[in-house]
């Protein structure tokens, strides 16, 4: 069987001046299984939500193709791509922006039920928003009320509650969580996680936090600069990267528990993603960059147990857990 | 920066375009036969007719319209209907009346309302707020002409300090320049500086608010460097855009200041102009003033840039 | 005596209060955290130190730098010891430089006057600053304006404007919140080594418990305008005595948990600025809450009615 | 609602609600008096009991004809605001959703608004017959590129704005997303810019009428008034006084209840 | 654009000298010296033609810088200017006229007889009178330099009072080469021989004009400088005008110097300019203006004699004035055709006035003549004051005649292009309008332009009236006096049976000046005999 969602040399690029492109999203590939969760982790910048806006067609993907259950969504027009909107969804990152402050909490999760072919009258509407309400542990009076009336998490829910009106089968969440203070994004992560179980929801779940990451998701693909550089199994990949930059990143996650890192800390930042460097394009911040990696650009390979990786010089894989399990003592 | 100023200025040409077939279009509209008026009074029929034709009034649109254009790229704006002479010629001999009345109008108008506008941002609800408030509804309630028949009563007719009319070259007299040119400029300096105080007491509001200024204050630095430098540089670049769009104000006050002034100048030519029906004159008027206008936010834009290197980017 | 003392400082906008009856104290070369989720007033109680909350704050208590009462000083003597006693380091870097002004101008004009004396000599000492905050090309960069810098550098501009004025202790306002993770930990290695280095204190503002971890011997605990909990970092991240504190800890997502590992969470959301009462301000979203929560909570130690007294 | 912007608010409110009664009562309020009646042998009288504004150049009165000038000027101000708001958020709003359209409108947008408006409406005066509806519609375009620009601007913040793109993920249809998630966020700034062109075109009318590119002179329009009444503002000061006393209480009413909405929708803006 | 630079160069002479005297004395004062008069004409002087415009203010300028053959003088008889004197041969058939010695252009070309000729015959082109002289004569000539001779087919005795018309067009003198121009083109440059200079270089159309003395004209000999007659010795080296649109600023620049003469004040002002001392209101027009309502003969109602008589019955001139500002002693009522206190004037069938308006009867009258309601487009103007009064109560009057009045309101100049439309009232033509005549104008029936009959020839209205014309022709080939006048009378009482047009009444319009300017001559703003009181 075919994955749900299959991604295949995906570039989207952007003009930023006359003549000018910065290339977000280059050459991307991966797949995502029927109620599978896959991350995709990375700085600011590196084309990660560029990727999610084109899937659901917030964006227009400039080549490669998005298959959605073995259909091609990515040439689609906006009308004929409005029928898979009912089965792809989104949760955006910010929950203040993300409601229109005009409209009542019922009019917001109903929108896609009125606009995606929801058959039903205004009973059955309202029915299905109490419903939604209640699968995001809000209160059904929340329906009757507008979004500046509610705290940044009751309305990341309200968010969740409208993706979900639909019954999607693919939930995009850009960074669903990392707007919220640390008490409440442990609630809507849970929440997510419940939804998830629950509803059998696969999920593209886009996001900077490698411990939410590790939690939530099945898979986990790493970008770097528009570039996919690492993916496969969640746990071997932040049990043992492979990549250097996965090293760098996962070096850089602080610790509750007080340990230092074991790798170094990666020095400099990302280049101006409008001039990449040539050949490999993290070779400037690489510790262990070699003459090969200015001139070449390394291929996505397989690099064991279903993982992929895209270095000249892959780390060596290793026995047993190299980060250790953080302890509540 | 040179950069920029291409981009800028190629960027202004469309626009250039677009005003000069706006213009042209709606001369083009116009009722009335200009070769009527040419003729005179005792024209016959043919007399007028062969007008026309030496005109060139019989021709099409597009045609005409092309002809205007290769004209203006001589400099030809055409001639006047009513005095035969050409319009570059009138323009030519107002420009400077004009360009000072509306110099001296954005000197006073800047000298009154950033200060105020700085002033009433630092300290909102405070006097200076509240008088730049009333200021800047009272400057926009109250009809250009009105204030200038005010002034004149009060400095030209009482107390007779300045010249009621015309108009001396500031390079021939400079003491007589200032003579004349002081009651119209405040005039239409009015509703500027009112607009001016309002926009830069928001903008500093804005500013004010902002956290490099914090961090300025942070740093212990003195308050009103804080304002003055901190501030009013990021002000700089808002400020002179709405002095730049602003400058409709001023030209459009220059058509009744200059009437009431009695000053020989652009806005004056276009409403003689208007009221003779001379549609080359109107059409010659309207297009250099707005030409001006671009080019005035051109210039406004290039000294942005100088002034902000992000919009140099 | 502490370098900066602050006791029962409260501050109010419009008649709702933002903070109430905060008191801690730093000692010199001592790095302390204020911990706080979003609305618990710890950005405020840094600006009201500094005098720079807005004319519409009422602040009252005392904020005693050397024994010096900050907010009684004449506002223009307050001014003096910003930047030389207490300088301060925000959370934005994107905008807490200021856009038109040349990196070096910035950095000049907060340099004290000594240092200022001639033109190549106040350059030469803001090369070096930059140099001290680990940037290439100092001199160079001088006569660059902020958007030409990345996030990270321009945060590192902004810890070299703290050292500018040779402060006895920096106030760092979430410094790393905006950065990236790589950058992140980046800038806490920097402020760790300049802290050694010069020993200046360090008063950490920031809601993330793992930076707090990494950086603050001790920790004081805000939530909703109030101190809940003021503990040496080890003891308060090994044993929280008040019920957010532990709350919050458990929430945290741990790196290296493992898949599926569900969080911790505290159910409900924080009070607004016009829902706190007498009471304790926890209580609403406490799993231990009882009666008595609705009675101030101690007034010293944990404001807990069941952390048993006296930390 | 803060208290500060209410007084003001108040006091616009009071004046427009006085002029709009004083446009509408007209009739009745002048009594028997013809604001056309020509008296030649009253001319320019100053005010009195019988005549309270006294008289103008051709001895009509003065108060019946302030009164039916302010019919005249504020169906000028609403009917200017209404048109250029609604021509104005059309424009707007395709050239700020339509992106191939943008560049043309706005070229052209731009090029209407670089002739200064005092000076696109003399032209177009110039071009058209002096009437009522044909003042209204120079100064509606020449105030029309103002909004335009709003509206598109406003558009392309909101548009940017997440929660349509979640209409958008929503699958609603464009017309939808501008209808109901567009134009009710910018309605606020469009309606305040409104009141400021109402202002404007009222001032714009007594401008034109003052050069004499205006509203018909028979028609008792307060800028007609005025005009009549300046070339003797030294002697008989009170043909220019009492229209323009009412033109400049009217326009404060309208700036007023303009600032003080403003104020109220975006405590920054100019 | 051209004259930029040499403006440059006297802007920086001028500056300089400018400077020294204000660094002496920062006056804010304006200047106000013997040797320069400052003018406001009531209008701007937009061409410099006075044989291609009708304009009033370009005759003005024509008497700066234009002489005349024939001058008037103070009884409007025509008196020799730039002629020594003339001959007239027996028959009346061949005029000989000799010029003065010594006449010189601007450019310093003497004033020849050939320029003399081709001036007149470019002036009989666009002027009534002159058509009728040149169509009488068979030839003109110059004869050497000095002798224009006019050989005639018939005797045309009125030939001096047509060359020293002072109402337009005025038949000025200019050289050859720019009297060769057609009529209907300006002529490029302005080159006269009369006693000021025109500064081209200094007019700002629309704004200003300026003149500076011509050191080679040389007065008259003899007799007393009145009217356009007599010599004209130039006090002022030069004369500026400045228009000032705006008429209550104009009134406070005289007040304060900086104008000198304000040539139309404001009449509403006049009370005002009279109570100041330093200003006087010197009474230079004794002929006044006429006001006219001009029906148009082409188009009912007003083609029909009937209906125009009804009107003129209930027309009342007393109110039309006064609308306009007039007070009594500045206005008359009950004036026919020719302007009172000039010879031609008559009371003959002005009873017809006496009385109150009958509208009742006027409007019985208009019905049974066949008045079916149909729209009466009526011109109303918004600018010149003295015209909108005339138009908004004539508009009221003929409301009160039963006429459905369209009422269409315009500047006077686009008035001036719609009333040229002889198309039907609904399609852009029209039927009544108002305009006034300076009464120079008006002082004979050959000049006469809103009395000419002669149909689709005639001036805007194009009344069709063959008795009139006749009665025309007759004055015109009259010289006695007595006998011109009774051909006068009998065509006012034509007139009122033909109703080509109908007067509204007489008004003076004063001008206004600085006390101290004395010696203004009558007739029409004239700038030689003029001085400055105390400086001479």
């Known amino acids: 069987m075919s994955a749900l969602l299959e991604v295949e040399g995906l570039v989207k690029r952007y003009r930023v001046a006359r003549g000018r492109f910065v290339q977000a999203v280059s050459d991307v590939s991966f797949s995502i299984e029927a109620g599978e969760v896959l991350a995709l982790v990375g700085e600011s910048g590196c084309g990660k939500s560029t990727i999610g806006r084109c899937l659901v067609q917030l964006e227009r993907r400039d080549a490669g193709t998005i298959r959605f259950d073995g259909m091609r969504i990515d040439t689609l027009s906006p009308r ?14 910010d929950p203040y922006g993300s409601l229109n402050p005009r409209l009542r909490v019922e009019q917001i999760i109903a929108e896609p039920l009125v606009h995606l072919g929801w058959a039903g009258d205004q009973r059955a509407v309202r029915a299905r928003v109490f419903e939604l309400l209640d699968l995001v542990h809000l209160p059904r009076t929340a329906a009757e009320r507008r979004p500046h009336e509610f705290s940044g998490g009751q309305r990341q829910r309200i968010g969740i509650a409208r993706a979900l009106a639909a019954r999607p089968d693919l939930l995009v969440c850009d960074e669903a969580v990392s707007a919220l203070d640390v008490s409440v994004k442990a609630q809507i992560v849970n929440l997510l996680a419940d939804l998830r179980a629950e509803l059998g929801l696969a999920m593209l779940f886009i996001s900077h936090d490698l411990a939410i990451v590790e939690q939530l998701a099945d898979r986990v693909a790493v970008m770097y600069l528009g570039k996919l550089v690492e993916i496969g199994d969640t746990g071997q990949i932040l049990r043992n990267p492979r990549h250097p930059y996965t090293r760098g990143l996962i070096a850089a996650v602080p610790r509750i528990d007080g340990v230092p890192p074991q790798d170094a800390l990666l020095a400099g930042e990302p280049p101006d993603p409008a001039a990449p460097p040539a050949g490999c394009r993290f070779h400037g911040r690489c510790p262990r960059a070699l003459p090969l990696c200015t001139a070449e650009e390394p291929l996505l390979v397989p690099a064991g147990a279903g993982r992929k990786a895209a270095c000249h010089y892959l780390e060596p894989a290793q026995q047993g857990p190299r980060i250790a399990l953080s302890e509540l003592s | 920066m040179l950069g920029y100023a291409i981009r800028r200025i190629a960027a202004a040409v469309p626009v250039a375009f677009c005003v000069a077939l706006l213009v042209f279009a709606l001369l083009y509209l116009a009722p009335g036969d200009p070769a009527a008026v040419m003729a005179g009074d005792a024209a016959s029929p043919a007399d007028i007719e062969k007008l026309r034709i030496a005109l060139g009034l019989d021709r099409p649109f597009l045609e005409r319209f092309l002809h205007w254009l290769a004209g203006l790229a001589h400099g030809d704006l055409g001639t006047s209907v009513f005095t035969g002479l050409p ?25 009154i309302g950033i200060p105020a506008g700085t002033l009433a941002a630092c300290r909102p609800g405070g006097i200076a707020d509240r008088a730049v408030l009333i200021g800047g509804v009272l400057g926009f309630s109250v009809p250009v002409f009105l204030i200038g028949y005010l002034l004149a009563y009060l400095f030209a007719y009482r107390l007779g300090w300045f010249a009621v009319q015309g108009f001396t070259s500031p390079f021939v007299d400079f003491v007589g320049f200032l003579r004349t040119i002081i009651l119209p400029a405040a005039t239409l300096a009015f509703a500027y500086a009112a607009l001016i105080a309002r926009i830069t007491r928001a903008t500093m509001l804005e500013i004010l608010a902002q956290d490099h200024i914090r961090t300025a204050r942070a740093k212990g630095l003195d308050e009103a460097y804080i304002v003055i430098v901190h501030g009013l540089s990021n002000a700089a670049t808002p400020i002179l855009t709405i002095m730049g769009m602003g400058a409709a104000v001023l030209l459009g006050g220059a058509v009744v200041t200059e009437t009431v002034f009695g000053i020989p100048g652009l806005g004056r030519l276009t409403v003689d102009a208007v009221l003779r029906r001379d549609y080359p004159v109107i059409q010659g008027v309207t297009l250099f003033l707005a030409f001006l206008f671009v080019a005035i936010n051109l210039l406004i834009d290039l000294l942005c840039a100088a002034i902000d290197p992000r919009v140099r980017q | 005596m502490p370098l900066l003392d602050i006791q029962d400082l409260h501050v109010a906008f419009g008649g709702l209060p933002a903070i109430e009856g905060l008191s801690f104290a730093l000692e010199a070369g001592e790095t302390l955290a204020l911990v706080g989720e979003s609305g618990s007033g710890k950005s405020v109680a840094s600006l009201a130190m500094l005098g720079l909350l807005p004319a519409s704050a009422r602040v009252t208590g005392a904020v005693r730098l050397d024994g010096i009462d900050l907010l009684t000083l004449p506002p223009r003597e307050r001014q003096l010891r910003r930047g030389r006693d207490i300088a301060m380091v925000f959370q934005e870097p994107m905008t ?89 930990a980046q800038i806490v290695a920097l402020l760790r080594d300049l802290q050694e280095a010069t020993g200046v204190a360090l008063l950490l503002i920031s809601h993330d418990l793992a930076l707090v971890r990494q950086m603050a011997r001790r920790v004081v605990v805000l939530y909703a305008g109030r101190k809940l909990e003021e503990a040496p970092a080890d003891r308060l991240f090994a044993h929280p005595r008040h019920p957010y504190s532990a709350g919050l800890i458990a929430a945290i997502p741990r790196f290296g948990a493992g898949r599926g590992a569900r969080l911790a969470e505290i159910p409900g959301t924080a009070p607004g600025l016009n829902e706190r009462g007498p009471g304790c301000v926890f209580a609403p979203r406490c799993p231990q809450a009882a009666a008595i929560c609705a009675s101030p909570p101690p007034a010293t130690g944990v404001a807990c009615h069941f952390a048993g007294g006296a930390a | 609602m803060s208290r500060r912007g209410a007084v003001p608010l108040a006091l616009g409110l009071a004046i427009l609600l006085a002029m709009a009664f004083l446009a509408v009562a007209a009739p009745l309020l002048g009594g028997d008096r013809d604001p056309g009646l020509i008296l030649p042998a009253e001319r320019a009288l100053g005010p009195s009991f019988a005549r309270p504004f006294g008289t103008d150049l051709l001895g009509r009165d003065l108060f019946t004809r302030v009164l039916y000038g302010a019919r005249v000027s504020l169906l000028v101000g609403l009917g ?3 048109a250029a708001t609604a021509a104005g958020t059309i424009i707007g709003m395709i050239a700020g959703y339509v992106r191939g359209l943008d560049g043309v409108i706005m070229r052209l947008i731009d090029g209407l608004m670089s002739i200064p408006p005092v000076l696109l409406a003399v032209t177009l005066m110039a071009v058209m017959r002096g009437s009522l509806w044909n003042v209204i519609a120079a100064i509606t375009l020449a105030e029309l590129p103002r909004v335009a620009r709003l509206a598109r601007a406003s558009v392309q913040t909101v548009r940017g704005q997440i929660f349509v793109q979640a209409a958008i993920v929503s699958g609603a249809p464009t017309t939808t997303i501008l209808l109901r998630h567009i134009l009710p966020n910018i309605a606020a700034s469009l309606f305040v810019q409104a009141s400021f062109i109402g202002a404007s075109a009222i001032m714009l009318e007594a401008v034109l009428s003052f050069i004499g590119a205006g509203i018909p002179p028979t028609i008792p329009s307060w800028g007609n008034i005025m005009a009549e009444g300046r070339s003797l503002w030294q002697v008989k000061p009170h043909i220019l006084a009492f229209p323009a006393l009412f033109l400049c209480v009217t326009v404060l009413g309208v700036n007023l209840v303009g600032d003080a909405l403003r104020d109220r929708f975006d405590p920054r803006g100019a | 654009m051209t004259v930029l630079p040499d403006m440059r160069r006297r802007a920086v002479i001028r500056g300089a000298a400018a400077m020294l005297g204000t660094a002496v004395l920062p006056s804010c004062a304006p200047r106000r010296d013997a040797r320069l008069l400052r003018f406001s004409p009531q209008a701007d002087l937009a061409s410099l033609d006075p044989i291609w415009t009708t304009a009033g203010v370009t005759r003005t300028h ?164 009145a009217w356009t007659s007599g010599p004209k010795r130039a006090r002022f080296e030069r004369v500026e005008w400045t228009v000032i649109p705006d008429p209550a600023t104009a009134s406070i620049a005289l007040r304060n110097g900086e104008i000198d003469w304000l040539e139309t004040p404001s009449l509403d002002l006049l009370p005002l300019i009279a109570q100041d001392r330093a ?47 007039f007070g009594p002693e500045a206005r008359r009522a009950g004036v026919g055709i020719f302007p009172p206190g000039t010879p031609l004037a008559t009371d003959a069938g002005l009873d017809l006035w006496d009385g109150p308006p009958d509208y009742a009867r006027a409007r019985a009258e208009i019905r049974a003549a066949g008045y079916a309601g149909e729209p009466v487009v009526v011109l109303g103007t918004t600018d010149p004051p003295i015209l909108r009064a005339l138009a908004e109560v004539g508009a009221d009057l003929l409301r009160r005649c039963g006429f459905a009045v369209d009422y269409q309101v315009m500047d006077w100049n686009a008035l001036i292009q719609r009333r040229a439309r002889r198309a039907h009232p609904s399609e852009g ?35 069709t009236a063959p008795r009139l014309e006749a009665l025309r022709q007759d004055w015109m080939r009259e010289s006695d006096a007595d006998a011109q006048r009774r051909i006068a009378q009998a065509i006012q009482l034509q007139a009122l049976i033909d109703v080509p047009y109908v007067p509204l009444g007489q008004f003076h319009m004063p001008t206004a000046c600085r006390a101290e300017l004395t010696g203004l001559l009558h007739g029409l703003p004239l700038f030689w005999n003029v001085e400055r009181a105390g400086h001479a």
């Not at chain 1, 004929?80 to 990152?93: E, G, S, T, Y």
């Not at chain 5, 058509?131 to 004569?137: H, M, P, S, Y």
């Not at chain 5, 004869?143 to 005639?152: C, N, S």
């Not at chain 5, 300076?438 to 020839?457: I, M, W």
């Open chain 4, 80 to 82: 200017v605001a209404l």
């Open chain 5, 279 to 325: 200003l006087a209101l010197p009474e230079i027009d004794p002929t006044g203006a006429i006001a006219v309502l001009r029906p148009n003969h082409l188009w009912p109602p007003f083609d029909n004699p009937a209906i125009r008589r009804a009107l003129l019955r209930v027309v009342r001139q007393e109110p039309f004035l006064a609308a306009a500002g």
């Open chain 2, 87 to 111: 319009v570059s010629m009138l323009i030519g001999q107002r420009v400077l009346a004009t360009a000072m009345l509306m110099l001296t109008a954005m000197l006073i108008s800047g000298a």
């Open chain 5, 62 to 225: 024509g008497f700066l810088v234009y002489d005349t053959l024939f001058g008037l003088d103070a009884d409007f008889r025509p008196q020799p200017q730039m002629i020594e004197g003339f001959e007239c041969g027996a028959d009346g058939r061949r005029w000989t006229l000799r010029l003065r010695e010594g006449l010189r252009f601007h450019d310093g070309a003497p004033v020849r007889a050939r320029d003399c000729v081709a001036s007149l015959a470019r002036w009989s082109q666009r002027d009534a009178m002159g058509q009728a002289l040149f169509a009488a004569a068979d030839e003109v000539t110059a004869q050497g330099e000095r002798d224009i001779v006019f050989r005639l087919r018939e005797p045309f005795a009125l030939l001096p009072d047509a060359l020293a018309k002072v109402g337009v067009n005025v038949p000025f003198i200019m050289p050859e080469r720019h009297a060769l121009t057609s009529p209907f083109v300006q002529v490029a440059e302005v080159v006269g021989s009369g006693p000021y200079r025109f500064l081209p270089d200094e007019r700002i159309v629309g704004a200003r004009a300026a003149y500076a003395r011509f050191g080679g004209y040389v007065p008259r000999e003899g007799g007393k400088a």
């Open chain 5, 429 to 463: 033509g029209w039927n009544v309008f108002f305009t006034h005549w300076t009464g120079l104008d008006l002082l004979n029936p050959a000049g006469h332009l809103s009395l000419h009959g002669n149909g689709e020839a005639a001036w805007f209205g194009w009344p």
């Open chain 1, 80 to 93: 004929a791509f409005r029928p898979l909107r009912r089965r792809i969804q989104m949760v955006f990152q």
């Open chain 3, 96 to 184: 807490s430089l200021n856009p038109v002004l040349s990196i070096g101008r910035q950095l000049i004009e907060g340099l004290p006057a000594a240092d200022r004396e001639t033109r190549q000599a106040a350059r030469a000492r803001a090369t070096d600053l930059l140099a001290a905050v680990g940037i290439t090309a100092p001199a160079r960069r001088l006569d660059e304006y902020p958007h030409q810098l990345s996030g990270g550098m321009r945060q590192r501009v902004a810890i070299a404007m703290a050292l500018a004025g040779r402060p006895r202790m920096i106030i760092a306002d979430e410094p790393t919140t905006a950065l990236d993770v790589t950058v992140q």
